[in-house]
């Protein structure tokens, strides 16, 4: 008999999963940034709420209120993703970042943040395993409430079209219909970034994603 069948029969306990079992079952943080509210839907600031959507759309999840958060749980090629938006606003943004990290006992390494950046051109999208804020103040309170910079982070480029001094105006404001076209095909590149996230890892999805 097995050593494995000897702990299941006469001790009556499960064999430690294996890594590949463990792994298959693995469970993701997907955090997309955004003010909650009709006034700002389909903002610049709000792009992780639409790439949020377009997820659920597309993994047939659907959102309901939590703690802090909307919720969704998805499941993609064995693995679990839970995907938020918080509803404490983008300053406030790492409150519900850490509190479902802990809910959930989700490690670190499957935080992925959704955020967006004016530094990067429209429509560039990049992902980094840690960082400064930038000036994002959704990122600036995650990283402090949750005491370091090093978790994953896909940044969309919103662009810096505007006049000095009007950056507030600017990400809050809706985007222009030139851009959509783009920002649409961006948001899916997006969704597969995600996906390649949580199956291929954070460094084979760098490799594949950010030479575009």
């Given at each position: 008999?097995?050593?494995?069948?000897?702990?299941?029969?006469?001790?009556?306990?499960?064999?430690?999963?294996n890594?590949?079992?463990?792994?298959?079952?693995?469970?993701?943080?997907?955090?997309?940034?955004?003010n909650?509210?009709?006034?700002?839907?389909?903002?610049?600031?709000?792009?992780?709420?639409?790439?949020?959507?377009?997820?659920?759309?597309?993994?047939?999840?659907?959102?309901?209120?939590?703690?802090?958060?909307?919720t969704?749980?998805?499941?993609?090629?064995?693995?679990?993703?839970?995907?938020?938006?918080?509803?404490?606003?983008?300053?406030?943004?790492?409150?519900?970042?850490?509190?479902?990290?802990?809910?959930?006992?989700?490690?670190?390494?499957?935080?992925?943040?959704?955020?967006?950046?004016?530094?990067?051109?429209?429509?560039?999208?990049?992902?980094?395993?840690?960082?400064?804020?930038?000036?994002?103040?959704?990122?600036?309170?995650?990283?402090?409430?949750?005491?370091?910079?090093?978790?994953?982070?896909?940044?969309?480029?919103?662009?810096?079209?505007?006049?000095?001094?009007?950056?507030?105006?600017?990400?809050?404001?809706?985007?222009?219909?030139?851009?959509?076209?783009?920002?649409?095909?961006?948001?899916?590149?997006?969704?597969?970034?995600?996906?390649?996230?949580?199956t291929?890892?954070?460094?084979?999805?760098?490799?594949?994603?950010?030479?575009?």
């Amino acid at each position: 008999m097995c050593l494995s069948k000897f702990f299941e029969r006469f001790l009556g306990r499960r064999p430690i999963p294996n890594k590949e079992t463990s792994e298959g079952n693995m469970k993701y943080l997907i955090a997309c940034l955004g003010n909650i509210g009709a006034e700002y839907d389909n903002t610049r600031h709000n792009i992780g709420f639409k790439i949020a959507d377009r997820l659920a759309k597309d993994l047939e999840g659907s959102f309901t209120t939590g703690r802090l958060a909307q919720t969704a749980e998805m499941k993609f090629k064995g693995k679990t993703l839970l995907v938020i938006k918080p509803t404490t606003y983008m300053n406030l943004s790492g409150k519900a970042v850490k509190y479902w990290l802990q809910q959930e006992k989700i490690p670190m390494e499957n935080l992925l943040v959704i955020n967006d950046d004016i530094a990067l051109p429209l429509g560039t999208l990049r992902l980094r395993k840690q960082g400064a804020d930038g000036g994002h103040n959704g990122l600036t309170d995650i990283i402090e409430k949750l005491g370091t910079n090093v978790f994953c982070r896909l940044r969309f480029g919103l662009g810096d079209d505007f006049p000095r001094g009007r950056q507030v105006d600017f990400v809050l404001g809706q985007w222009k219909p030139s851009e959509e076209p783009i920002v649409d095909q961006k948001v899916d590149e997006a969704v597969e970034i995600i996906k390649s996230f949580v199956t291929q890892g954070v460094d084979r999805t760098m490799n594949q994603f950010n030479k575009k």
